[in-house]
């Protein structure tokens, strides 16, 4: 990529190690952002700032908890130190779940709620007030086709990215007039980590890994999984000033899912 249209930004990524959030981190640190890698993980945040470093980019390694306010708070202070005042936020870290409302426990309900809500609410609330301090921000965060339409044993993953969504809309409104750009992405099937591991937890076979693989990938009218580059690439544009006219808005990259179903 030549663009650095995310120049002079400062963006954090939540979990930003591994997949998706790997790879928007490298995408904004190309296109000239100064990005934080928020990870539990601090061995994938590691490697990811290390590949960015090698690509020339600028990026440091923060450990964080998104689901404590404390570490939330923590990770900023680190941020700001090191890069400076946060421009951009990508709430993207979360967990999946893979069950309907019977076969889901308490305990794995309130896991991914957890997560992949109160992370994400962790992190606008102590974001928020400093971008409107700041003059303005975009914020991402990343929902999923499952917020907007069923999706087969995903009642807890999909009760969550539910919220997430709402979320987007509701700080949408609320601070349109403060400066603050709010959207989420929702994607398809990606093909990332937590597929394979699925595939490997609960097939053996690998005849029936593959064959399962192929129909994960054909239940996309495209016929096939997406790839975290491409959820990256409307990132970046979603990060930038380029969509400055944009906010409030759910962008499917789904491969046609949420129109041929």
């Not at 928007?24 to 470093?53: F, M, P």
């Not at 709620?113 to 609410?121: A, D, E, I, P, R």
């Not at 979320?167 to 929702?186: E, F, H, P, Q, W």
Request: with cysteine; hydrophobic share 40%; charged share 20%.
């Amino acid at each position: 990529m030549s663009s650095k249209r995310m120049q002079d930004k400062i963006a954090v990524v939540t979990g930003g190690g591994k997949g998706i959030g790997q790879a928007i981190a490298r995408r904004l640190a190309t296109e000239g952002a100064k990005v934080a890698v928020w990870e539990t993980d601090e061995a994938s945040a590691q490697a990811n700032v290390l590949s960015i470093q090698g690509d020339g980019g600028t990026a440091i390694a923060v450990t964080c908890d998104v689901t404590d306010s404390s570490t939330v708070l923590a990770a900023i202070a680190t941020t700001e130190s090191d890069l400076g005042k946060v421009s951009v936020l990508v709430n993207n870290a979360g967990i999946a779940h893979v069950g309907t409302v019977e076969d889901t426990s308490e305990e794995d309900f309130d896991r991914v709620q957890q997560v992949n809500v109160k992370g994400t609410f962790n992190c606008l609330r102590a974001l928020v007030p400093r971008m409107v301090e700041n003059g303005g921000g975009a914020i991402l965060n990343l929902a999923s086709i499952a917020s907007r339409l069923g999706i087969s044993e995903r009642f807890a993953y999909s009760a969550s990215k539910g919220a997430v969504l709402a979320m987007t809309l509701s700080v949408a409104k609320d601070y349109v007039n403060k400066g603050i750009r709010c959207n989420c992405i929702c994607p398809g099937r990606v093909h990332t980590p937590f597929v394979d591991g699925y595939l490997e937890k609960y097939y053996d076979d690998d005849a029936e890994r593959l064959e399962m693989f192929q129909k994960l990938s054909e239940y996309q009218p495209v016929g096939r999984m997406g790839k975290p580059e491409e959820i990256a690439a409307v990132a970046a544009f979603l990060c930038s000033d380029e969509s400055s006219f944009v906010t409030g808005s759910a962008y499917d990259v789904d491969g046609g899912t949420t129109l041929l179903r």
